[in-house]
């Protein structure tokens, strides 16, 4: 619903720019856009806007956010996810982790975006379908399984695929928009949930959302958050 509006108040500001009269909508648009949560920019750039998105995005930097998705409540008694309390979110040296994210993370990952959401973010996420535009599908190795470590600690955090193949893991997670990872797949010596569904880990790194299919658990994690390297 949000990107519907930032798409209307793009489109509003657009028309004021380009127009030799006034436009009714362009007060209205400039304050729905004052407060939307991302960056929106009118569809009608300029050649030198086109020239400094194309540099940005060349470069890697991500400069918006998706609104992301809510998490499903954890139920009581349930033995998976692991729930951890608000004290593993607690503000730490860097945001709620112990340090920014490594400086050259997997598959091409956005250094930026990534430290905007594992260190300085409870919510928003990459934005959807954002992983297929990185080099992992290119790079990962299909025949067997992969570790995905925090981009700040280095800690594996999930192995997969497990118990299915990496076709059936692509696919789930092309459907939904964000990398998706089953129980089996995750390394809960290191991974916890709050009781609001939000997936993180024990160090404080924010990874996404649980949220349950009739298959069970599905922890929706942005690429960004699992693209570190072990520490030796």
Known sequence: RGHRVGEIAARSA???????????????????????????????????????????????????????CKGAPVADGVKLPIVCGEEVMSQKAHGTSPAPVQKNLKWGCSTQTADKICSFNRHY???????????????????????YYDSVTGKPLFIAPRGRSFEA???????????????????????????DGEAVSVDG?????????????RYCINLVSVAGSPVE
């Open 14 to 68: 657009a028309d004021a720019t380009t127009s030799d009269h006034p436009n009714p909508m362009s007060a209205f648009a400039a304050s729905i856009r004052a407060h939307l949560p991302f960056a929106v920019k009118p569809k009608r750039a300029s050649t030198t806007s086109r020239a400094a998105a194309a540099s940005s995005a060349s470069s890697g930097m991500e400069e918006s956010l998706s609104d992301g």
């Open 125 to 147: 996420a990459e934005h959807a379908g954002y992983w297929t535009s990185t080099n992992f599908l290119a790079e990962v190795d299909r025949t067997t399984e992969t570790t």
């Open 169 to 195: 893991f692509e696919k789930e997670s092309r459907s939904h928009g964000w990398p998706s990872f089953r129980d089996e797949e995750v390394v809960w010596e290191n991974v916890r949930c709050l009781k």
């Open 205 to 217: 790194t924010h990874l996404g959302h649980n949220l349950p299919d009739r298959s069970g658990n």
